[in-house]
């Protein structure tokens, strides 16, 4: 069973950068499985932030493209989200994600693991 949990949320003025991270344990076919971050915000949707495939390949939403990076860390089992030139729009819950053979990286129903979720609140 593949256990996710976020870290890294916080507060920061627009402009600022903030760093998340998902510590991933029990993936057993992490060449077959895409990560990713997705992010809700009160009364919308969830919706796809970022994706990373196991040959290194990423995916971003176009709100966030420059902005932000996605990573992992293969040694530590830790995915990361650098957040950068932060908006108060991308004030949401942050939620890492696992699925495999993902067909639509940021759509939200081809993941089925997730993560609690970390709190990210942009002020302006």
């Known amino acids: 069973q593949v256990r996710l949990v976020e870290s890294g949320g916080g507060s920061a003025q627009a402009g600022g950068s903030l760093r998340l991270a998902c510590t991933i344990s029990?993936?057993?076919?992490?060449?077959?499985?895409?990560m990713a971050w997705f992010r809700q915000a009160p009364g919308k949707e969830r919706e796809g932030v970022a994706a990373i495939e196991y040959d290194g390949s990423t995916t971003y939403t176009e709100s966030v493209k420059g902005r932000f990076a996605i990573s992992e860390d293969t040694g530590r089992n830790t995915l990361t989200l650098q957040m950068s030139s932060l908006k108060p729009e991308d004030s949401a819950m942050y939620y890492c994600?696992?699925?495999?053979?993902?067909?639509?990286?940021?759509?939200?129903?081809?993941?089925?693991?997730w993560g609690q979720g970390t709190q990210v609140t942009v002020s302006s």
């Open positions: 994600a696992t699925g495999t053979y993902v067909a639509s990286k940021l759509d939200v129903y081809e993941y089925n693991s």
């Open positions: 029990g993936l057993t076919q992490r060449r077959y499985s895409t």
